[in-house]
């Protein structure tokens, strides 16, 4: 998380969020600016770490029975925080403005278009109108760097909080073995 954010604050000194900018400042920063291309990259891949760590946390969690009372609401908030993670990667996606990010904030919002009742009031929230445009980008720029963000702090803290509160740390226990204590 550390490297994605001091990565994420290092990109936003090269980049500007409106439509005829943004993909010329990716190119610009792949081309132009020194290790432009390593900075880009190093936040791209860390995300993609972070999502496939986050998953796999869930799992070890799952698997362990970490969920089980008193952690169950541990385990909301855990997924909560999968979320938050999932919206990151998918908010970050459409910065770059190119065709291949464009297509997918289109696929996603068609997508939610199609929830049942509310399904086009999210989609003209998600875009800021009815097309996928300047307000759509500027929406997913300020999610992905300053509202998604603050609620992963929220959550984290709120994460941590109950880890404590709930006696830290789950271990399993066996008969005859005193808490703490581990069979390979």
Not at 19 to 47: I, S
Not at 102 to 123: D, E, H, L, Q
Not at 136 to 145: E, G, I
């Amino acid at each position: 998380a550390l490297v994605l954010i001091a990565t994420g604050i290092l990109l936003m000194f090269y980049y500007h969020p409106s439509v005829p900018q943004a993909y010329r400042d990716m190119k610009e920063l792949e081309f132009v600016v020194e290790n432009g291309m390593f900075l880009r990259n190093l936040h791209r891949w860390a995300a993609h770490a972070m999502v496939f760590l986050v998953f796999a946390h869930m799992f070890k969690v799952f698997y362990r029975g970490a969920y089980r009372p008193p952690r169950e609401f541990n385990w909301v908030i855990g997924v909560f925080l999968l979320l938050i993670t999932l919206l990151l990667s998918y908010t970050g996606y459409l910065l770059p403005w190119d065709q291949l990010s464009f297509w997918a904030v289109t696929v996603g919002s068609n997508i939610a278009s199609a929830v049942p009742v509310f399904g086009p009031k999210i989609r003209f929230l998600m875009l800021g109108g009815n097309t996928v445009n300047a307000n759509a980008l500027l929406r997913f720029y300020v999610l992905h760097c300053v509202i998604l963000p603050l609620a992963a702090i929220f959550f984290i803290a709120i994460h941590f909080w109950r880890i404590r509160k709930d006696g830290g740390l789950y271990s399993r226990t066996f008969e005859g073995e005193e808490a703490g204590d581990e069979r390979a």
